[in-house]
């Protein structure tokens, strides 16, 4: 694994109409759903891993907590801010903030393990 230079990445994503919260095609709120939030905060901190993962390592998921405030519309650009917290055992752990302009839309933090893709295949192999 490799050291990087930044703690802090952030990514913008404008809400799409598919990303309201709708289940079994029915809309239950013309908003950005909390699914598609997790989606988005999840790649956002993944850019770290991209970062810091060597070509025969890859990055698992391993914890996402959403404080989901309020709402962010249809067209609304939503900025997600993560940093890093800890990074122990293989275990990267980042806080996150996502905002549309000044109002905060959700909080909260993941988790992710870098490991050797064969040690992930080996995981992954029934």
């Known amino acids: 694994m490799k050291s990087i230079a930044t703690t802090q990445q952030e990514h913008r994503y404008t809400v799409q109409p598919q990303d309201v919260?709708?289940?079994?095609g029915e809309v239950?709120?013309?908003v950005c759903s909390t699914f598609v939030l997790a989606r988005e905060i999840e790649w956002t901190t993944r850019l770290f891993v991209l970062a810091m993962k060597e070509d025969d390592e890859e990055g698992i998921g391993t914890q996402v907590s959403i404080d989901h405030k309020s709402p962010a519309f249809v067209g609304e650009e939503i900025i997600f801010t993560a940093k890093i917290e800890s990074l122990r055992d293989h275990e990267l752990i980042c806080s996150y903030k996502a905002m549309v302009h000044n109002r905060l839309i959700a909080s909260g933090q993941t988790g992710q393990k870098i490991l050797k893709k064969e040690t992930l295949k080996r995981i992954f192999t029934r």
């Not at 919260?21 to 079994?24: D, I, P, V």
Request: proline letters at 14%.
């Open 28 to 30: 239950v709120h013309p």
């Open 21 to 24: 919260a709708a289940f079994h």
